[in-house]
Nanobody, 127 residues
């Protein structure tokens, strides 16, 4: 099972950018579709962005579409989330997650399908 470690969170002002990184260990990173989720205080966890196993297909929640970009590097075993034009409502703990799949171009929407989770990285956006 792949192990995941997030980094890159921090405190920024509204309108600024951050890039989150999720480093994966294990030889089977290419077998996983990946995702970024987030959870704000007092709110349920929600998906932010999804990417297929081969990195060719992506999907975004509506409020981040056009501002965030997810990418998967199967050579470096790393998942990224580039976040631009950050808003106060983007404040949350961000988690990366991996879901095993045999379908190279499938994005996975169901969070219970994700079998590996990182510990999270805090993103705080101030006004």
């Amino acid at each position: 099972q792949v192990q995941l470690v997030e980094s890159g969170g921090g405190l920024v002002q509204a309108g600024e950018s951050l890039r989150l990184t999720c480093a994966a260990s294990g030889p089977t990173f290419t077998s996983y579709a990946m995702a970024w989720f987030r959870q704000a205080p007092g709110k349920e966890r929600e998906f932010v962005a999804l990417v297929s196993r081969d990195g060719s297909h992506t999907y975004y929640m509506g409020s981040v579409k056009g501002r965030f970009t997810i990418s998967k590097d199967n050579v470096q075993n790393t998942l990224y989330l580039q976040m631009n034009r950050l808003k106060i409502e983007d404040t949350a703990v961000y988690y990366c997650a991996a879901a095993p799949t045999t379908r190279a171009q499938q994005v996975i929407f169901t969070d219970t399908t994700y079998t590996s989770w990182g510990m999270g990285t805090q993103v705080t956006v101030s006004s």
